[in-house]
C-alpha cells in the first residue's frame, strides 16, 4: 500500500501542495487498495473510477497553474450508497434498487464535487440504511478490518471500514439512530453525527425522515470537521434544513477546555456495559480531569425509553417513505404478474429483505386507525421527553460523554436472527436523533481482544464546534487514533 494512504486528509493535502504526489496518483492508490483488498472486506458495492479520475485531474490541473485549493480538494471519498451520484447506480443494498443509475446529485455529492473530493465509490450498508451489523445487504456482508469474522457495524458499514483499511481517507454515512457513530467505534475511527438540520438529506434515500441525518467519517476529529464543513449548509431543496451560516469547524480544535463541564450519563454505565469499555471509559473520565475539565454525573431518565419510542417512530416513518417503491416509477419490477395488485405484491415481496419487511409491518400497524394514538402519539410525546431530558442535561454540563455502544464489535451471525438483541446495540446513540443533537464516536482505546472502543461526545443543538472541540483534545490526549487496523 502506499504509506500515503495511511495518513490523515489534512497531511495528504499538504503532500498534493507540495507536489509529493499528484492528486490522480493519490487516487489510483486508493484504487489499488481497494482492488488488494475489497475482495475479503465487501466495502464497496461499486466502484466510480472515471468520476475519481476526472475530479482529481482537475485538481492537478488547478496545482500545476499555482491556484488555491478548496477543502479536501483530491481526498478519497466512499460515499454511502444510499446517496445519489450523477450515472453512478445507487442501490441503497437493495435488491429493489440494484439496476437503479442515479439521474441527479444529492447535494452533499454537489457541495463533494465542487470542492474536487475524488469520489471513488459506493460504500454496502444495510438495506435501506436499517440494521446494526452491515448483515442485512442484499449484495454481500462487510467485514471488521480489526478482525474479518467480526461486524464493522451498520448501517453504515462499507463507509467506516473503507476508511479503517486505508481503502479511502473520508467517508459520509447517515444516522437515523446511531448508524455513523456505532460503525466508527467498531471500527475505532471518528464518525459524527450533525445536529438536525445542518446537512441537507436531498438525494439521501429516505429512511426515517425526522432523524435521518448524513455525517463525515474520518481517522482524526480535524479531518470530520473539515469535512462536515463542505457538506454543510442551507439547501432550499431540503426545507429542514437549517438557514445559519457554516462554521470553520476546525477553527476551535485546540481551544483550552478548562473548566468544561463534562457530564457523564448514568444510566450508560451501568447495565449490560462489557468490563473493557467501562474501563475505557472511566480511563476518558480521568483524561477530561487531567485536561482541566470538570467531571459531573448526568441523568437522562426517560434514555430507557428511547429504543421502544425510536422503533415506533422510524418504522412508521419508513412505512411511508418506502411507498413509493412499487413497482411504477422506478427501481425492480416483477417480471410475471397477471394484474397491477399482484405487480404491487410480488414486487415488494420479491425485492425488500426481511429486515425492510418487519419494519414497514411494524410501521404500518403503528400508524393504522385504532392503533394509531396508542402507538404512534404515545412515541411522539415520549420523544419530546427525551429531548427534555437533553435540555436540563444541558443546563448542568456542557458536553455528555458515554460508550458508543456497551460492547466492541461481535462476530458476524452472532445477532442475526434476535432482532431484539441488534435493536439494543443502539442504547447509546438513539437518543441524539430523538433529540436533534450533534454527537460523535472517537477512538478510546481497545478491548482485550484488540477490538476498538468508542467513546460517545453529545452537545446540544448546533454546537458542532464545541463537540469536535471537545474530542480533539481528548484524540490528542491519547495515540489510539494513530493505530491502524493490520490488514
Ligand atoms: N441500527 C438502527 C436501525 O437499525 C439505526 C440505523 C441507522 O441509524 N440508520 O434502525
Redesign the pocket.
Known amino acids: 500500500m502506499n504509506e500515503l494512504l495511511k495518513k490523515s486528509a489534512t497531511e495528504q493535502s499538504k503532500a498534493l501542495k507540495n507536489k509529493e504526489i499528484s492528486a490522480v496518483e493519490l487516487t489510483n492508490a486508493a484504487f489499488a487498495r481497494i482492488d488488494e483488498l475489497d475482495e475479503k472486506l465487501g466495502a464497496f458495492n461499486s466502484l466510480t473510477k472515471e468520476i475519481a479520475l476526472n475530479t482529481a485531474k482537475k485538481v492537478d490541473e488547478k496545482i500545476a497553474k499555482g491556484e488555491e485549493l478548496p477543502l479536501l480538494a483530491g481526498i478519497p471519498l466512499a460515499l454511502k450508497d444510499n446517496m445519489n451520484l450523477k450515472g453512478s447506480k445507487t442501490t441503497a443494498s437493495s435488491k429493489i434498487l440494484e439496476n437503479f443509475v442515479s439521474p441527479f446529485n444529492a447535494t452533499i455529492t454537489e457541495k463533494l464535487l465542487g470542492n474536487l473530493v475524488p469520489i471513488v465509490g459506493k460504500a454496502n450498508l444495510?438495506e435501506f440504511?436499517?440494521?446494526?451489523s452491515n448483515e442485512n445487504s442484499a449484495f454481500k456482508k462487510v467485514h471488521n478490518p480489526w478482525d474479518l469474522k467480526k461486524v464493522p457495524g451498520?448501517?453504515s458499514g462499507g463507509s467506516a471500514a473503507s476508511v479503517a483499511a486505508c481503502e479511502a481517507t473520508l467517508a459520509l454515512g447517515?444516522?437515523?439512530?446511531?448508524?455513523i457513530r456505532?460503525p466508527a467505534s467498531f471500527c475505532g475511527i471518528v464518525g459524527m453525527k450533525p445536529t438536525y438540520g445542518r446537512v441537507s438529506r436531498y438525494g439521501l434515500i429516505a429512511?426515517a425522515s425526522s432523524l435521518d441525518q448524513i455525517g463525515p467519517f474520518a481517522r482524526t476529529v480535524e479531518d470530520a470537521a473539515n469535512l462536515l464543513e463542505v457538506i454543510s449548509g442551507h439547501d432550499p431543496k431540503d426545507s429542514t434544513s437549517l438557514n445559519l451560516p457554516v462554521e470553520h469547524y476546525a477553527a476551535n480544535l485546540n481551544n483550552d477546555i478548562k473548566g468544561m463541564k463534562v457530564g457523564v450519563i448514568k444510566e450508560l454505565m451501568t447495565e449490560g456495559l462489557s468490563e473493557d469499555v467501562q474501563k475505557a471509559v472511566e480511563r476518558a473520565i480521568e483524561d477530561y480531569k487531567k485536561l482541566g475539565a470538570e467531571i459531573v454525573e448526568i441523568s437522562l431518565p426517560n434514555l430507557k425509553h428511547s429504543i421502544g419510542i425510536y422503533y415506533i417512530l422510524?418504522t412508521a416513518e419508513c412505512s411511508s417513505n418506502l411507498a413509493r417503491f412499487d413497482g411504477v416509477k422506478y427501481g425492480y419490477r416483477t417480471p410475471d404478474a397477471k394484474n397491477l395488485m399482484e405487480m404491487y405484491t410480488k414486487t415488494r415481496a420479491e425485492g425488500f429483505g426481511p429486515e425492510v419487511k418487519r419494519r414497514i409491518m411494524l410501521g404500518t400497524y403503528a400508524l393504522s386507525s385504532g392503533y394509531y394514538d396508542a402507538y404512534y402519539k404515545k412515541a411522539q410525546q415520549m420523544r419530546a421527553l427525551v429531548t427534555q431530558d437533553f435540555v436540563e442535561a444541558f443546563k448542568k454540563a456542557d458536553i455528555l460523554i458515554s460508550p458508543t455502544c456497551p460492547n466492541t464489535a461481535f462476530e458476524l451471525g452472532a445477532k442475526a436472527s434476535d432482532p431484539l438483541a441488534m435493536?439494543l446495540t443502539?442504547i447509546a446513540t438513539i437518543s441524539a436523533n430523538l433529540a436533534g443533537i450533534p454527537g460523535l464516536s472517537v477512538p478510546a482505546g481497545f478491548d482485550k481482544d484488540g477490538m476498538p472502543i468508542g467513546l460517545q461526545i453529545l452537545a446540544p443543538q448546533l454546537q458542532e464546534s464545541r463537540l469536535f472541540n471537545a474530542a480533539h483534545k481528548f484524540e490528542r490526549a491519547n495515540d489510539y487514533y494513530l493505530k491502524l487496523a493490520n490488514i
Request: proline share 0%.
Open positions: 444495510d440504511a436499517m440494521g446494526s451498520g448501517s447517515s444516522d437515523t439512530g446511531g448508524s456505532l429512511f422510524a435493536y443502539d
